[in-house]
């Protein structure tokens, strides 16, 4: 049983554009997490969610919390934005985190 | 600028060998975690320790040991390794007990090569 489906699970798109990953889960959270990882490197926090809508540079995320579902959006995307972004509940019953599998991100020049 | 930081970086292992892990963080978060991340999955709870002096089982603990020696340092122990133990491993850590104060952070990871 998958508790978090990430999609797509790859995507390769042209530079400038907009880029959206979504991610759904199945069991009550207390926070949504969105985690970005380059190749080869380590993983850093974007954005922890619990309600409505966050917005840091060119990322947006945003979370239903009645429909169990996020998504994360790239503005005026740069090649520099390639990575693997992961999505990750907290607080559904278990201690840590509990990951999606992540989408490879390929933005193109 | 320190966070969280593991050791080794990179690390290969024959068969049977024994090592540890090591993570220590500067930011007096309460938890501590260890995961690991293998091709085609999401990352995987091996360990955590709620607060200093607990540690409990995750998902996949078979084969490895923990001990959280004091509030800064979480380390994982393999006694005695197997190639389905290759894998990168990450330490992360937050204020609090399931990380809804403040978040998560993940130390850079070790690339665990078992041959």
Redesign the interface.
């Known amino acids: 049983k998958n508790e978090?489906e990430q999609s797509p699970q790859n995507l390769t798109a042209q530079e400038g554009e907009f880029i959206t990953i979504n991610c759904s889960y199945s069991v009550g959270i207390?926070?949504l997490?969105w985690?970005q990882q380059h190749p080869g490197?380590?993983?850093?926090?974007l954005f922890?969610l619990s309600s409505g809508k966050k917005k840091h540079g060119r990322l947006i995320a945003t979370i239903n919390i009645q429909e169990k579902h996020s998504s994360l959006h790239i503005t005026a995307s740069h090649p520099r934005d390639s990575a693997v972004y992961?999505c990750?509940i907290?607080?559904g019953g278990?201690?840590?985190?509990?990951?999606?599998?992540?989408t490879h991100l390929i933005i193109q020049p | 600028n320190a966070g969280v930081t593991q050791t080794p970086k990179f690390q290969v292992l024959k068969t049977g060998q024994s090592m540890t892990l090591q993570c220590a963080q500067d930011m007096n978060h309460n938890s501590m975690y260890w995961y690991r991340q293998d091709p085609g999955m999401g990352l995987r709870l091996i360990y955590y320790s709620a607060s200093e002096g607990t540690t409990d089982k995750g998902e996949v603990p078979n084969g490895y040991n923990v001990s959280r020696l004091n509030k800064r340092e979480f380390s994982l122990r393999l006694e005695s390794a197997a190639p389905s133990q290759t894998s990168v491993y990450f330490c992360a850590s937050s204020i609090s007990r399931r990380g809804t104060l403040g978040g998560y952070t993940f130390g850079s990871g070790t690339r665990l090569t078992v041959v």
């Open positions: 978090v207390s926070a997490h985690l490197g380590g993983i850093v926090s922890m992961i990750a907290s607080g278990a201690d840590g985190l509990t990951f999606g599998k992540g």
